[in-house]
């Protein structure tokens, strides 16, 4: 049995994100290679949006949309910022999931770091999923970004193991933001 299912470990069967919209990010273009689009990232995003769907919350992902990049060519560049500016607009909280690759480094992702800077503009809370601590070559604004902006971080590979702590996390920041309106 998944810790995701309505009787999950750790508090997540608990855990009720209806009516709570969660925007998942995270490299696309980066992670797309000649043989398909980052396996890892696929598994972790996968599990992440697997997650919050089991917790009746409402998904918005690109990686979805544009089928972890296989149909990503069949959209402009105007669609996705609409699209995705939408997406912030409406979300609840953002969770970038940000991945190294095999010399410990962030994956670059040019559209995560812009939605990023829309939902801190936008007061959105977010949920960053990385390694921690924060690889060496994260920017000096992705490691600031706590200061002007409501940030929690996770260990990516610890909330693959176990996602109770990412779904109490945003079922308490979504509620408080509801609290604060």
């Known amino acids: 049995m998944k810790d995701t299912t309505p009787q999950g470990v750790g508090g997540a069967g608990l855990v009720d994100l209806s009516g709570v919209n969660v925007f998942v990010g995270g490299p696309i273009q980066h992670a797309l290679h000649e043989g398909g689009f980052h396996a890892p990232l696929r598994h972790a995003i996968h599990d992440v949006i697997e997650s919050v769907s089991a917790a009746k919350g409402t998904v918005f992902s690109a990686h979805v949309a544009e089928k972890f990049g296989a149909d990503t060519p069949l959209f402009t560049p105007e669609q996705v910022s609409v699209r995705d500016l939408g997406w912030m607009r409406r979300c609840d909280v953002f969770v970038p ?15 995560t770091h812009v939605e990023l800077g829309w939902a801190s ?6 949920v960053v999923v990385t390694p921690v601590p924060l690889a060496a070559n994260a920017s000096h604004l992705l490691r600031g970004l706590p200061a002007v902006a409501d940030v929690a971080v996770l260990d990516l590979a610890s909330t693959r193991r176990d996602p109770a702590e990412l779904l109490l996390l945003l079922h308490k920041v979504t509620r408080e933001v509801v609290m604060s309106e």
């Open 97 to 111: 999931v940000l991945p190294v690759d095999t010399d410990g480094d962030l994956m670059r992702t040019d559209g």
């Open 121 to 126: 503009a936008l007061g959105k809370p977010i």
